[in-house]
C-alpha cells in the first residue's frame, strides 16, 4: 500500500508561481494529473523512479518542472507562469508496476492517487 499526500496548492496571480509537493513511500514512477470542473482528468508531468528522466504535457513545458527527492521521499510539481486556464485540482500518483529507470505518462498505469490540492489562478 502507497500512501501519497499533496500539498501546495492555493490561489495566485496570472503570471505567479507556486510549488506542489507529494510526500509518497516508495521509489515508483510519479506523475501529476490535473482535472479542472466540468472536464476529463488530464495527464500534466511524470519523473521515473530514478528521478533521471521526465515528460510532460505540451501545455506546460516550459513553464512546470517535475522533480523529486528520493532521500526524502517527496515530488514536487513547479508551476510558473501560471495561467487562468491552470485552475484546477491537481492529484499526484504513482505507478508500482513501471520500471525504475523508465517515466510513466499513461493514466491507466497508476495506480495509487492522492486526494489532490485545488489550484486556482485568477486573471
Known amino acids: 500500500q502507497v500512501q501519497l499526500l499533496e500539498s501546495g496548492g492555493g490561489l495566485v496571480q496570472a503570471g505567479g508561481s507556486l510549488r506542489l509537493s507529494c510526500a509518497a513511500s516508495?521509489?515508483?514512477?510519479m506523475g501529476w494529473f490535473r482535472q479542472a470542473p466540468g472536464k476529463e482528468r488530464e495527464f500534466v508531468a511524470a519523473i521515473s523512479g530514478s528521478g533521471g528522466r521526465t515528460y510532460y504535457a505540451d501545455s506546460v513545458k516550459g513553464r512546470f518542472t517535475i522533480s523529486r527527492d528520493n532521500a526524502k521521499g517527496t515530488g514536487y510539481l513547479q508551476l510558473n507562469s501560471l495561467k487562468p486556464e491552470d485552475t484546477a485540482v491537481y492529484h499526484c500518483?504513482?505507478?508500482?508496476?513501471?520500471?525504475?529507470?523508465?517515466?510513466?505518462?499513461?493514466?491507466?498505469?497508476?495506480?495509487?492517487w492522492g486526494q489532490g490540492t485545488q489550484v486556482t489562478v485568477s486573471s
Open positions: 516508495g521509489r515508483y514512477a
Open positions: 500518483a504513482v505507478s508500482t508496476g513501471t520500471p525504475y529507470l523508465v517515466v510513466q505518462p499513461l493514466e491507466a498505469e497508476y495506480n495509487y
